[in-house]
Nanobody
Framework: QGQLAESGGGSVQAGGSLRLSCAPS????????MGWFRQAPGKEREALVV???????KYADSVKGRFTISKDGAKTTLYLQMNDLKIEDSAMYYC???????????????????WGQGTQVAVSS
């Protein structure tokens, strides 16, 4: 819905790192619950990590220990630090946010209403 804009994608060799950013186009309270997702061609969208307003996080097993979510001091810009990238991490990466889900309601299964357009990540051998 154009409320968020991702950046930072690109091409990297396996084992490398990238840092994605996600900034809101306007302040809408999306920082209540924000998250990163990805979708590879022919696959379903995968929830990677979410963070609530108090900075509690939940990670998918596929990225735990390699990816780190964070926010800036104003809690509006979202980041995803991706380390030790693998070929299977290649996908379109999306950020999402929603002002409705606070605390425990912010989870990997949250049905987010607000999405960015995505940024492409390509990992090669």
């Amino acid at each position: 819905q154009g409320q968020l804009a991702e950046s930072g994608g690109g091409s990297v060799q396996a084992g490398g790192s990238l840092r994605l950013s996600c900034a809101p186009s306007q302040h809408t309270g999306l920082e209540a619950c924000m998250g990163w997702f990805r979708q590879a061609p022919g696959k379903e969208r995968e929830a990677l990590v979410v963070i609530d307003f108090q900075d509690n996080t939940k990670y998918a097993d596929s990225v735990k220990g390699r990816f780190t979510i964070s926010k800036d001091g104003a809690k509006t810009t979202l980041y995803l630090q991706m380390n030790d990238l693998k070929i299977e991490d290649s996908a379109m990466y999306y950020c999402a946010g929603d002002p409705r889900f606070w605390g425990s309601k912010c989870s990997l299964s949250t049905d987010f209403d607000y999405w960015g357009q995505g940024t492409q990540v390509a990992v090669s051998s």
